[in-house]
């Protein structure tokens, strides 16, 4: 079989996701000693010093300037590595499903797939249930490229979450 999810990219997701959250609790312990600082300041300034403005003026502006700051960090940047994150920790623990299916062809529209963008895999199987066939998508990260199949091919794929892990090409 084929990897096509490596425990490697659970290893380095997670390892972003540290560096992530690191950057933002160094940003806002950084804030936080400067607030401190500057209410330090303010309580040791003399009854109505001309300062007063100044020192408020300075502390409310950067104290808006870091809410803006960790609404966009923490909601953008930090919320898509998370994901990705516990995307990837699922495909690693999780439990797979192995299938045999007949290729039929890629479809390259991003699909979101727990906040994580995929594109997908169409497969032709067979439902023993129904004993009819039916069209599966399967996903795999929009940033990877496709694994090489040709049509009508038949594939024995391993997924988690209907998410690509390993596939071998039958003859």
């Keep these: ?19 992530t959250l690191t950057a933002y609790l160094i940003i806002a312990a950084l804030y936080l000693i400067f607030s401190i600082a ?6 040791t300034l003399p009854y109505e010093s001309p300062n007063i403005g100044t020192v408020k003026l300075i502390h409310y502006s950067i104290s808006v300037v870091f809410v803006i700051f960790s609404v966009l960090y923490l909601g953008i940047v930090f919320r898509r590595v998370n994901r990705f994150y516990k ?25 979101d797939k727990d906040g994580v963008d ?22 795999v990260f ?3 490229p496709f694994p090489e199949f040709k049509e009508k091919q038949t594939v024995k794929y391993v997924t988690q979450g209907n998410v690509l892990i390993s596939y071998e090409i039958q003859e």
């Design 142 to 144: 929009h940033e990877k």
């Design 87 to 111: 995307l990837t920790l699922n495909l690693n623990t999780g439990l797979r499903e192995t299938s045999i299916g007949s290729f039929f062809e890629y479809d390259e529209h991003i699909q």
């Design 1 to 19: 079989m084929t990897n096509y999810f490596v425990e490697q990219e659970y290893i380095d997701a997670k390892a972003q996701r540290k560096r």
């Design 118 to 139: 995929c594109k997908a895999l169409v497969f032709i199987e067979w439902n023993k249930y129904k004993k009819d066939f039916y069209e599966r998508k399967v996903l």
């Design 38 to 43: 500057m209410v330090v300041y303010f309580t």
